[in-house]
């Protein structure tokens, strides 16, 4: 089992900058790609990002240039570098884990909350 706690989340005014980070617990070593999705109200869940443990990065076409994931191995953690914020960014951020060959499962975090006021 994995289990992943966010935070960082909060209100910013339009053009502002937020840091997401995302902590591991457990199973470290089934763990391959790590990632961000985030959920608008009446909108799917999308992806914004992940990385792989080899730190090859993802990016939705609609955050590129804005934000950045990287992640520290050695604490087991991912952040989410968020700047130039608009409020289209406004959602529930979610932490992702998925698995590394040989093992099953994917594990999400509880969310955070991001606000972009205008």
């Known amino acids: 089992q994995v289990q992943l706690v966010e935070s960082g989340g909060g209100l910013v005014q339009a053009g502002g900058s937020l840091r997401l980070s995302c902590v591991a617990s457990g199973s470290i070593f089934s763990i391959n790609t790590m990632g961000w999705y985030r959920q608008a109200p009446g909108k799917q869940r999308e992806l914004v990002a992940a990385?792989?443990?080899?730190?090859?990065?993802n990016y939705a076409d609609a955050v590129k240039g804005r934000f950045t994931i990287s992640r520290d191995n050695a604490k087991n953690t991912i952040y989410l570098q968020m700047n130039n914020l608009k409020s289209e960014d406004t959602a529930v951020y979610y932490c992702k884990a998925e698995p590394a060959v040989g093992f099953r499962g994917d594990y999400w975090g509880q969310g955070t909350q991001v606000t972009v006021s205008s």
């Open positions: 990385i792989t443990s080899a730190h090859r990065t």
